[in-house]
């Protein structure tokens, strides 16, 4: 689609952002496909951006391109479950599966990659109960997809992280249901087992020729930390690659913003917060950083209920307090970090 450079102040509300704008420290103010609203354009002004890009289409055109763009990823969504769901049925009942039908997977989900709004959009809208390691897969390849690019890896290594995220819990289907579904809290020898998922994984693709070493690494060690308290080998730091690193952080995100049998999920702030908490150990605060700097911002437009029970839209993501979004309930903006008695409740 076409794009346009213009000054921020001729910007009208409504237009589409076309290039992620960054502050000249280097944090992310907004990202592409943004909508800009009242706020956002008043930060841009406040963070002295003088030109923007947006796409060169009238606002109206702009919305139905947003909506098109957003129904084709959720299509591609769907498809890309059966299919893995499939590759992972013909592995664990010991038949041969090409990199090939892999690769055809990856590339679906690489295709959209200058598209994260929608992506992260897509992943809030078609959050299902009971998620199963079909839909989790891929869930952590289109965050793991996103994560790379925000890093700036290569492409050859971003689709290393896609493939070694399809098909990281391959192994849970060598473990019982009744352990993988349970609701109560696991017993020891339980837990043990379901500790033992990753090298049942590496067991099922180590022998995927095509398959690069370190999306194998990536699948053995996607539960290691950094300060070693992970399983099934307990390593962590240097011992772990870049892709493994990545795979244990958006396979952490993933899981904690689903819903699973035995837990509710969290919304995205929520656990932004558990991140914070635990990233100075568990996992590579850089990466860390700047995943949650990047996603935080995709979550702008998104409606949520707060916990006075009132609807807002969240607007705007301070670069500082990613936790604390700007919220706007009935054409009033409520800053969360400083309205202390308000907090999201729930993502809409």
């Known amino acids: 689609m076409e794009k346009r450079c213009i000054p921020i102040l001729e910007c009208e509300l409504g237009e589409i952002i076309a290039q992620k704008v960054v502050s000249k420290y280097g944090s992310t103010i907004v990202v592409e496909n943004t909508t800009i609203n009242s706020y956002i354009k008043n930060k841009l002004i406040a963070f002295e951006?003088?030109?923007?890009?947006?796409?060169?289409?009238?606002i109206g055109e702009s919305i139905k391109y947003k909506?098109?763009?957003?129904?084709?990823?959720?299509?591609?969504?769907n498809r890309n479950i059966l299919e893995i769901k499939k590759i992972v049925n013909d592995l664990t009942n010991g038949n041969n599966v090409s990199i090939e039908k892999i690769d055809l997977i990856s590339n679906s989900i690489y295709e959209p990659i200058n598209n994260e709004y929608h992506v992260v959009r897509c992943l809030n809208e078609l959050k299902s109960i009971d998620e199963d390691t079909f839909t989790h897969s891929i869930n952590v390849s289109l965050y793991?997809?996103?994560?790379?690019k925000w890093m700036l890896l290569p492409e050859s290594k971003i689709k290393d992280l896609i493939q070694a995220a399809l098909l990281h819990d391959v192994g849970k289907t060598k473990i019982s249901n009744s352990i993988l579904n349970k609701k109560g809290k696991l017993e020891i020898e339980e837990f043990e087992e379901i500790k033992?998922?990753?090298?049942?994984?590496?067991?099922?693709?180590?022998d995927i020729d095509g398959l690069s070493m370190e999306s194998k690494e990536a699948v053995l060690k996607h539960h290691e930390r950094e300060d070693k308290s992970g399983y099934p080998a307990g390593?962590?730091?240097?011992?772990?690659?870049?892709?493994?690193?990545?795979?244990?952080?958006?396979?952490?995100?993933?899981?904690?913003?689903?819903e699973r049998t035995y837990r509710?999920?969290?919304?995205?702030f929520e656990a932004f917060k558990i991140f914070?908490?635990?990233?100075?150990?568990?996992?590579?605060?850089?990466?860390?950083?700047?995943?949650?700097?990047?996603?935080a911002a995709c979550y702008?437009?998104?409606?949520?209920?707060?916990?006075?029970?009132?609807i807002g839209e969240i607007v705007y993501v301070p670069p500082q307090v990613i936790t604390k979004p700007i919220v706007c309930v009935d054409s009033e903006y409520l800053d969360l970090s400083k309205e202390i008695n308000l907090s999201i409740v729930n993502m809409l």
């Not at 909506?67 to 591609?76: I, Y």
Request: positive net charge.
């Open 67 to 77: 909506d098109n763009d957003l129904n084709q990823l959720k299509q591609s969504y």
């Open 235 to 258: 390593i962590g730091g240097s011992e772990m690659s870049i892709c493994s690193k990545i795979i244990a952080i958006t396979n952490f995100y993933a899981s904690i913003t689903s």
């Open 276 to 295: 914070q908490s635990q990233s100075s150990v568990s996992f590579d605060i850089h990466i860390v950083n700047t995943f949650l700097s990047n996603i």
């Open 300 to 310: 702008v437009g998104t409606k949520v209920l707060l916990n006075n029970g009132k």
């Open 144 to 148: 793991a997809m996103l994560l790379g």
């Open 49 to 58: 951006v003088d030109y923007i890009w947006i796409y060169g289409v009238c």
């Open 196 to 206: 033992k998922h990753p090298i049942y994984s590496f067991e099922i693709i180590k």
């Open 264 to 268: 509710k999920r969290v919304h995205p």
